[in-house]
């Protein structure tokens, strides 16, 4: 998975708790990426990030937030976990532009109860 | 028009077929269509990408056809093995939209012996 991990891979909580999902790479690219994966809708971007402390909202951004400290890792927290966030979140990376290949992490399971 | 449409949702072929999965979009704007290939329990990896001054790219026994006047584009997996069972995802991107890749919501594979 290109130099890239998820913590935790599983997770249960339940409504109304805050939740962090981190994403640490080793591979110093400058892009970084949190999407959403679920049955139908492929997979959606959150937010994404083009340098430390550079982030910006994707698509589905409601509901989550953001920050990135320090070019290795990218945090994507729910501030007040919802039933409808239940998902498996990826974090991908890239060196450049969307033209350049993004590289996926592992994945993060999260079940909101 | 941000949407990228895939058919079939799922597809099962038998040993040395050719599957063939769609795609669709709307937006002329976009200029990069690469396909991400993804395994139970991983991330999604680049499997192939093309961009529309070309009508075919080939690599390996995967091929993508691109139709810019259709705003088509498709994947063939030739003599496709049970080793390609895995879900693929089209998806779309351009120059102008800082770094978002729109995917399709997906298709589900199954290559039977």
């Known amino acids: 998975d290109a130099g890239i991990t998820q913590s935790p891979r599983h997770k249960v909580t339940e409504t109304g708790t805050p939740v962090t999902l981190r994403c640490h790479q080793t591979?110093?690219?400058?892009?970084m990426y949190w999407y959403r994966q679920d049955p139908g809708h492929g997979l959606r971007l959150i937010h994404y990030?083009?340098?430390?402390?550079?982030?910006d909202k994707g698509e589905v951004s409601d509901g989550y937030s953001v920050s990135r400290s320090k070019t290795e890792d990218f945090l994507l927290t729910l501030e007040s976990a919802t039933s409808s966030q239940t998902s498996v979140y990826f974090c991908a990376i890239s060196e450049g532009r969307p033209t350049d290949t993004q590289y996926f992490g592992p994945g993060t399971r999260l079940t909101v109860l | 028009q941000q949407q990228v449409k895939q058919s079939p949702q799922s597809l099962i072929v038998q040993k040395g077929g050719i599957p063939i999965i769609n795609c669709a979009y709307e937006n002329t704007a976009f200029d990069y269509f690469p396909w991400y290939q993804q395994f139970p329990g991983k991330g999604p990896a680049l499997l192939i990408a093309?961009?529309?001054?070309?009508s075919e790219k080939k690599e390996g026994r995967f091929t993508i056809s691109f139709n810019k006047s259709a705003k088509q584009f498709s994947l063939h997996i030739m003599d496709s093995q049970p080793g390609d069972s895995a879900t693929y995802f089209c998806?779309?991107?351009?120059?102008?939209?800082?770094?978002?890749?729109?995917f399709g919501p997906g298709t589900s594979l199954s290559v039977i012996p």
């Open positions: 591979e110093n690219h400058r892009y």
């Open positions: 093309i961009r529309p001054d070309v």
């Open positions: 998806a779309a991107s351009m120059k102008t939209s800082y770094d978002k890749v729109i």
């Open positions: 990030s083009y340098g430390v402390k550079d982030t």
